[in-house]
Every structure is written in structure tokens, then in C-alpha cells.
T-cell receptor
Framework: DGGITQSPKYLFRKEGQNVTLSCEQN?????MYWYRQDPGQGLRLIYY???????QKGDIAEGYSVSREKKESFPLTVTSAQKNPTAFYLC????????????FGPGTRLTVL | AQKITQTQPGMFVQEKEAVTLDCTYD???????LFWYKQPSSGEMIFLIY??????QNATEGRYSLNFQKARKSANLVISASQLGDSAMYFC??????????FGSGTRLLVRP
């Protein structure tokens, strides 16, 4: 079955530690995205990538880093520089071009203790 | 910059009745896309319906339809024959010229039996 997988579903980390969230897709999509969702709010874009080995900052990139070495994979690292990392993180992918729907993974809930 | 406004934080609807979820948007782009997503308590974002800014017909997908009023910059979601499984958060989003999605703050819909 084609889709987007994110792991782990729940993640607990101590303050000051870097943590990497996994996102993999087998939809053959060129573009991938990372969003953050805080309780009771909508999604905000962290980073996006429209092609392998290239990515751009979204609206809230500070304290995060990404890589796009393979088309299928777009891992997100939450660094110790991110002041308030506890949130729900969603990964999405789409074909490149207009009117191409973004499809989402199941999300990772990160709690920093 | 694009902006999405969803003015209804919460809505109730009786099972089997129709409900309209409001969405207004602000964009300077001539060509854009409008999306609605459903987020059940599990957290994943489920794509419901898409409307292109140049589409003259309102989009429909099964029980979902989009009431698109371009001059008013309005893209309301209509759910007909509500079911208990429709209880969820609903997000409206506009796609900007870089194919990024800008999300509203969402509406929580509760379907009463």
C-alpha cells in the first residue's frame, strides 16, 4: 500500500537533547513537508523540499534542521536550540506543481521533559 | 501574505442533518487552491476536497461540497447527512504560489446522535 509513515508515534526526550523524527513515503512524490501543530491550533510549516538535495525554510524553521538525501525520506531534527519543542509533528508529501494535494502521515507526538 | 480565517471554534450538528463550516481567505495570488482536511482524534490529516480558484463549479466529493464564493473570498465546507464519524477537527487551507499550504485554526465539529 502506498503511503507516508512516521516514526515513532510518541517520543519523549530530555531538555537539551537533539531528536530526529522519521518520515518516509512510497508515493513517488517529489515534494515533502514538515508541519508543527500545537494544541488547539492549525498547522505551521517548518521546512519543505521540492526535490532531492534541496530544501527551504518554512515559517518556523528556527531550532530545526532537515535533510533530503533520498526522494523517499525527509527526516526532521529538533535541536536543543528549539525553545519549545513539545508539539505534534506532521509530515506530508505531494507531487510538484499546482493543485497537487498534500497527503499526510500519522504524526509524531514529541514531549520534552 | 496568505491568511485563512475560520471563525467557528466549535460546532454541533444533529446526526443526519447538514452542516456548514465557514472559511474565509486572504491572498494576493491570482491562481490558488483551497483545501479542506479532517483531523480525527488520532491526529492524522485526511484530505477531503479541493477547489481551484479558476474552477467555476463548486467542488463535490461524496457528502462533502465546497461553497466557493470567489468575490467574497469564501470557501465554506458543507457536510450533508452528518454521521457520528464526522466528529473531528476540520481545517481549511490555501495553497500559495510556492505550493505551500497555509492553514486556518480549525473548527471542532461534534455530531450528536
Amino acid at each position: 500500500d502506498g503511503g507516508i509513515t512516521q516514526s515513532p508515534k510518541y517520543l519523549f526526550r530530555k531538555e537539551g537533547q537533539n531528536v530526529t523524527l522519521s518520515c518516509e513515503q512510497n508515493l513517488n512524490h517529489d515534494a515533502m513537508y514538515w508541519y508543527r501543530q500545537d494544541p488547539g491550533q492549525g498547522l505551521r510549516l517548518i521546512y519543505y523540499s521540492q526535490i532531492v538535495n534541496d530544501f527551504q525554510k518554512g515559517d518556523i524553521a528556527e531550532g530545526y534542521s532537515v535533510s533530503r538525501e533520498k526522494k523517499e525520506s525527509f527526516p526532521l531534527t529538533v535541536t536543543s536550540a528549539q525553545k519549545n519543542p513539545t508539539a505534534f509533528y506532521l509530515c506530508a508529501s505531494s507531487s510538484v506543481g499546482g493543485a497537487d494535494t498534500q497527503y499526510f502521515g500519522p504524526g509524531t507526538r514529541l514531549t520534552v521533559l | 501574505a496568505q491568511k485563512i480565517t475560520q471563525t467557528q471554534p466549535g460546532m454541533f450538528v444533529q446526526e443526519k442533518e447538514a452542516v456548514t463550516l465557514d472559511c474565509t481567505y486572504d491572498t494576493s495570488d491570482q491562481s490558488y487552491g483551497l483545501f479542506w482536511y479532517k483531523q480525527p482524534s488520532s491526529g492524522e490529516m485526511i484530505f477531503l476536497i479541493y477547489q481551484g480558484s479558476y474552477d467555476e463549479q463548486n467542488a463535490t466529493e461524496g457528502r462533502y461540497s465546497l461553497n466557493f464564493q470567489k468575490a467574497r473570498k469564501s470557501a465554506n465546507l458543507v457536510i450533508s447527512a452528518s454521521q457520528l464519524g464526522d466528529s473531528a477537527m476540520y481545517f481549511c487551507a490555501v495553497e500559495d504560489s510556492s505550493y505551500k499550504l497555509i492553514f486556518g485554526s480549525g473548527t471542532r465539529l461534534l455530531v450528536r446522535p
